[in-house]
């Protein structure tokens, strides 16, 4: 990308509108709305933030709409340039038009994520910032959103930063010392250093663990709902989806095939899918629905053994908890129907150290909820006000960062010297960087930037 030129570009979602706003960036913008605005009164550029009413014209002077501009001086603007944001009816071909009156002016068209882009290159964010910008673009659950949010205020910009500075003030101590080894200097002991990067390393690895967290809201857990025939499988289903998505009826082998939805459950995003009951069927396409079901369960994070509380366990009801019980996964056995007598032996779930107790016909789902969200969230982490990893990207600095401070330890530990020791320390510096954008490469920031819209 270029940043001596100045781009334009539709920043409200395409289609018919009240109004729609064309984002303009650059050094040329004050020029452009001479030639394709006149206000009533001043410029909008001796009104900066205030928005200034006119008519927006072609270049030759021909009016195509009345509409208000936004000015916004550079440094004070989202890119960090000079910035306008012309407001115009939302008609389809009109916005077309008035952007198109923009280009013809001197500006050229956006790519994806461009005013993004330049705000980070300005220093008006860095690029967790923008990850999280484009987050929360996307958001489509409260857990998501409050994600994003956090990821927008900083929080985890800020925590690497310290790490980072703690690191580079260590690093200095070391690095004077082998410099220096005569000189008198007042620095840190080899046994002080080592619990200085052992502190380090412990706040590095306790970010990255909270990557089980942002994954769980952020990516969203692939949970599988499976149980016998007649358990409630479909009625916990739509009661989680928040409607009529799934035939429930009282006939054993209503559902013949897998549906998946993503939902929101508490904080939680769940990738969850209904599936046929486990049984010894002999119907031709109930057996299609229910082999499915079971290659569902092998790629299951999260299992939802949903029983029928208020029957005594059968032969496929047994057969399937055997199954389960030495799965390395998480499974959450759910005993419905509980609007009815239970008569379901507790003895029966020895084992399991998940279990709820709910009626999906009444949409009792809390009990689920906090079930879930104790597994999956760190308890005491506040999704808004805490540093959260909220990608895989983040992930893998913070894990490399971490590692690279383990082996430096090892190094001070084993007396290897101290300049092996402070490479390691060196390469964790680097990790640590390339989770703000301080040390990433440009392939890896041109591909983040590709995933926003072109008005942003």
């Not at 005594?312 to 009815?340: S, Y």
Request: charged residues 25%; aromatic residues 4%; proline residues 3%.
């Amino acid at each position: 990308m270029t940043v001596t030129d100045t781009i334009a570009a539709i920043s409200t979602p395409r289609g018919k509108g009240g109004i729609a706003v064309i984002r303009v960036s650059g050094a040329d913008v004050t020029d452009i709305l001479r030639k394709i605005f006149i206000p009533v009164g001043k410029s909008p550029a001796e009104r900066p933030r205030y928005a200034t009413l006119g008519r927006i014209c072609r270049g030759d002077g021909e009016v195509l709409d009345e509409g208000l501009v936004t000015f916004f001086a550079a440094p004070r603007s989202f890119t960090g340039e000079d910035v306008a944001e012309i407001a115009c009816h939302g008609g389809l071909l009109l916005t077309e038009t008035v952007l198109a009156a923009v280009l013809a002016a001197g500006a050229r068209p956006a790519e994806a994520g461009e005013f993004t882009a330049r705000a980070m290159m300005n220093g008006k964010m860095d690029l967790a910032g923008a990850e999280a910008l484009g987050a929360l673009l996307e958001a489509d659950t409260a857990g998501r959103l409050a994600l994003a949010r956090g990821g927008m205020e900083g929080r985890l910009s800020e925590a690497t930063r310290r790490c980072y500075q703690k690191l580079s003030a260590l690093l200095a101590d070391a690095y004077a010392k082998i410099d220096f080894p005569d000189e008198d200097l007042n620095t840190m002991s080899r046994e002080a250093l080592t619990a200085a990067l052992v502190a380090c390393a412990g706040e590095v690895r306790a970010l990255a663990d909270t990557w089980q967290s942002g994954r769980a809201v952020a990516e969203g857990i692939e949970t599988v709902i499976c149980g016998p025939v007649n358990a409630g499988k479909s009625t916990l289903y739509n009661a989680l989806v928040g409607r009529e998505a799934a035939i429930v009826t009282d006939i054993a082998g209503t559902t013949r095939d897998v549906l998946t939805e993503t939902v929101a459950l508490g904080r939680l995003t769940l990738r969850l899918s209904d599936t046929a009951g486990l049984r010894n069927a002999t119907d031709a396409v109930e057996q299609i629905g229910i082999s499915r079901a079971e290659a569902a369960l092998g790629s299951a994070e999260l299992i939802f053994a949903v029983l029928d509380g208020s029957r005594a366990p059968d032969a496929d009801t047994n057969a399937l908890l055997a199954r389960l019980l030495p799965m390395e996964k998480r499974v959450i056995v759910v005993l419905n129907k509980q609007d009815a007598a239970a008569v379901f032996s507790p003895e029966t779930l020895a084992g399991f150290s998940h279990v709820v107790r709910l009626s999906a016909t009444r949409g009792e789902i809390a009990p689920l909820v906090a079930e879930t969200e104790g597994m999956f969230l760190t308890e005491g982490l506040d999704l808004r006000y805490d540093a959260v990893v909220a990608n895989a990207r983040q992930y893998a600095a913070l894990d490399r960062a971490a590692e690279a401070l383990h082996l430096a330890v090892e190094a001070l530990r084993m007396d290897i010297p101290l300049d092996a020791a402070c490479i390691e320390v060196e390469l964790a510096m680097s990790a640590l960087g390339e989770v703000d954008g301080r040390a990433v490469g440009e392939d890896i920031v041109a591909d983040i930037f590709s995933h926003f819209c072109v008005g942003k």
